[in-house]
């Protein structure tokens, strides 16, 4: 980091001259000055994990899950166990989803726990909706049901991320430059109405990754095109 700094001539605030070095980076239009940057950058090697973007913490066991699939209807996917420590994986277990029509659903993409252990994952159906499925995930297996209350209007186009604030008790559900939440219990309950769910649509020609909350609900959102955290703030 100090290298880095003194790279961007000792200013931190000058950071998102690497956010920009690594999207260029990654359209093979990287300048001299972006791979001046770029080498302070330490790379892992690949893995197959599908999607990517189910890492989620269950803040009742304190572990750290993601989901492994290759979102084909039918088809075996795990529920990856990850050490806080090394994160490498500690456990896996296979699961696949069907309905109790026999219909063979993808395993899920995206991932998040509520504050009592509960996980829960969307997808989209149909040209609007959304759905929702909340279960167990741990050691011994994997469950899951349909919520009988979802969204008649999803978010936006591509499906990114879910995620739990624990500080007002809402699920949030992430698409490219779109955010829409409604209160948990009464999705539960099948009480939610539409005044119930909040949305917030921007215009930053970015995607919108993956998003996470604290336990005081302070919120953390990965954008891609270049990658960058941000900060952001629930009213």
């Known amino acids: 980091m100090a290298k880095l700094v003194q790279a961007l001539g000792g200013y931190t605030s000058r950071m998102d001259a690497l956010r920009r070095a690594t999207n260029a980076y990654s359209k093979h239009k990287a300048t001299s000055r972006d791979r001046s940057l770029l080498k302070y950058i330490k790379e892992g090697p690949a893995f197959d994990i599908g999607h990517g973007q189910s890492l989620a913490y269950n803040p009742k066991d304190k572990q750290l899950w993601f989901t492994r699939s290759n979102g084909k209807a039918g088809q075996y996917g795990s529920a990856v166990k990850v050490s806080s420590k090394t994160l490498r994986p500690t456990k896996q277990v296979a699961y696949r989803l069907v309905n109790k029509q026999g219909a063979k659903l993808a395993v899920n993409s995206t991932l998040a726990f509520d504050r009592q252990g509960y996980a829960y994952f969307s997808s989209y ?8 499925y909340r279960g167990t995930m741990n050691d011994h297996g994997v469950h899951f049901k349909l919520m009988m209350q979802g969204l008649a209007y999803r978010p936006g186009q591509t499906h990114q991320s879910i995620a739990y604030n624990p500080h007002n008790d809402r699920l949030y559900f992430v698409s ?24 917030s649509v921007f ?33």
Do not use: W
């Not at 159906?125 to 929702?132: A, H, I, N």
């Not at 953390?220 to 009213?235: F, V, W």
């Open 176 to 199: 490219d430059d779109a955010i829409s939440s409604v209160p948990v219990k009464k999705l539960r309950q099948r009480q939610a109405t539409p005044k119930d769910v909040h949305a």
């Open 125 to 132: 159906s149909g040209q609007r909706s959304l759905r929702v």
């Open 203 to 235: 215009a930053s020609q970015r995607e919108f990754e993956g998003l996470s909350f604290t336990a005081a609900g302070q919120g953390y959102l990965i954008l891609n095109r270049g990658a960058e955290l941000m900060r952001i703030d629930i009213s």
